[in-house]
């Protein structure tokens, strides 16, 4: 069993520039949901994804934008960076969406906005 | 509004017990998780609580009240490589999970 995988593990971006973040769910995950964590702080909801349709966002503003994919991988987007989105940002997939599910996490793409 | 409350450091002697809290406000619940994260690496599951009682899994039991919108993580025998961030979540009625933001547990020998 393949476990959460997340690409890159380090970016450094420059304000104003666009990142795009990978993840690869757990195999027979067909949810996704991602996070970001900055440092010292619990991990805050961005979105999740269940089927390739958003299935719930939390308050990010509408620059954070993602994707799923048919083999349920997924993208995180972010256009027009700040220095206030340096975090780490994790992925975590589980089974299904409804009813209580164990996320498992990925091990996180640190990112830097200088 | 949405709410996790949990300490922001505890410090504990090897072998010894500590209790790490948490009291939450959701829309709806679904349950109360614990996560444990050491620094630089992604959270891991520990326990899920849903209904009113203590969970034991061999050194680590949490407990769960929803009347009081309370939990705790009791970790027993300490050891060092228990040092890590210690996450409570709860998930709201649309199967959300929302986080607090986490318990920095100090292990000294």
């Known amino acids: 069993e393949t476990g959460v995988t997340q690409s890159p593990t380090h970016l450094i971006k420059t304000r104003g520039q666009q990142v795009t973040l990978r993840c690869s769910s757990q195999?027979?995950?067909?949810?996704v949901s991602w996070y970001q964590q900055a440092l010292g702080q619990g991990p805050q909801f961005i979105f999740q994804?269940?089927?390739?349709?958003?299935?719930g966002r939390g308050n990010f503003p509408p620059r954070f934008s993602g994707l799923q994919f048919p083999n349920y991988s997924s993208e995180l987007n972010v256009n027009a960076l700040e220095l206030d989105d340096s975090a780490l940002y994790l992925c975590?997939?589980?089974?299904?969406?409804?009813?209580?599910?164990?996320?498992?996490f990925g091990p996180g793409t640190r990112l830097t906005v200088t | 509004g949405q709410n996790i409350d949990q300490p922001t450091e505890m410090t504990a002697t090897e072998g010894a017990i500590v209790q790490i809290n948490c009291t939450y406000q959701?829309?709806?619940?679904?349950?109360l998780f614990w996560y444990q994260q050491h620094a630089g690496e992604a959270p891991t599951f520990l326990s899920y609580?849903?209904l009113d009682g203590l969970e034991e899994k061999g050194r680590f039991s949490s407990f769960l009240s929803r009347s009081k919108g309370y939990s705790y993580l009791l970790l027993k025998e300490l050891q060092m490589k228990d040092s890590a961030s210690y996450l409570c979540?709860?998930?709201?009625?649309?199967?959300?999970?929302?986080w607090g933001a986490g318990t920095k547990l100090i292990i000294k020998p």
């Open positions: 975590a997939s589980s089974l299904e969406f409804q009813g209580v599910h164990e996320q498992y």
């Open positions: 195999s027979g995950h067909n949810t």
């Open positions: 994804y269940y089927r390739e349709e958003e299935n």
């Open positions: 959701t829309s709806g619940f679904n349950g």
């Open positions: 609580n849903v």
């Open positions: 979540a709860a998930m709201d009625s649309n199967y959300q999970l929302i």
